[in-house]
């Protein structure tokens, strides 16, 4: 069975740092995009960053340029996102799967995990 599932989201300041996890069971990151989006109350969703199966196909928002970085540990299947320099227009639920394309109906999404940042 494929799965995937977020972990690392929480409550923190403005400025502070998180990192989310993106971990696969029944299907191998490495050989997939991975995306990272996001959904705030009452937004629609959008994509944070897009994480080629190599480096020149990666692509990332430009509000969190700068900021936000992806990476794979192919060894772990696990693909993160390091969040540097928070806002509080961060906050939203993030999301990943094992696509780029939000139209694919063959992309295994996670159930997302609560990103929160204060004042």
């Known amino acids: 069975q494929v799965k995937v599932v977020e972990s690392g989201g929480g409550l923190v300041q403005a400025g502070a740092s998180l990192k989310l996890t993106c971990a696969a069971s029944?299907?191998?990151?490495?050989?997939?995009?991975v995306g990272w989006f996001r959904q705030a109350p009452g937004k629609e969703r959008e994509e944070v960053y897009c994480?080629?199966?190599?480096?020149?196909?990666?692509t990332y928002a430009d509000s969190v340029k700068g900021r936000f970085t992806a990476s794979r540990d192919n060894g772990r299947n696990v693909v993160y996102l390091q969040m540097n320099g928070l806002k509080t227009e961060d906050t939203a639920v993030y999301y990943c799967a094992s696509t780029c394309d939000t139209t694919w109906k063959f992309g295994a999404w996670g159930q997302g995990t609560q990103v929160t940042v204060s004042w």
């Open positions: 029944g299907l191998t990151l490495s050989s997939y995009l």
């Open positions: 994480l080629g199966v190599s480096a020149d196909r990666t």
